[in-house]
């Protein structure tokens, strides 16, 4: 990504502060109750998936999450995956 972030060096000073959050502030310790409440049907993943692929067409995907134009692709093992 070529986007850039400006602000005023003096706000620092103030005391405001900088964050960043990747993957949605999700951690690694989040993930087997995320899986659990999953496979209880107690959340529904399958709605963010906008796209299947084999994993063949990785380039392809991440073409198409930069552009926009799916949400979240799942990269299957398996060649005889829709694409």
């Known amino acids: 990504m070529d986007k850039k972030l400006s602000f005023n060096p003096l706000e620092i000073l103030e005391g405001r502060k900088l964050k960043y ?5 999700f951690k690694k ?11 209880n049907n107690e959340f529904d993943l399958d709605k963010y998936i906008t796209q299947r692929m084999a ?3 990785i380039n392809v995907a991440m073409e198409m999450l930069i552009a926009g134009k799916c949400l979240r692709c799942v990269l299957q093992m398996d060649e005889d995956c829709p694409n």
Do not use: A, E, H, R
């Open 21 to 25: 959050v990747v993957f949605g502030g």
């Open 29 to 39: 310790s989040d993930i087997p109750s995320l899986v659990d409440k999953y496979m």
């Open 55 to 57: 994993f063949s067409n």
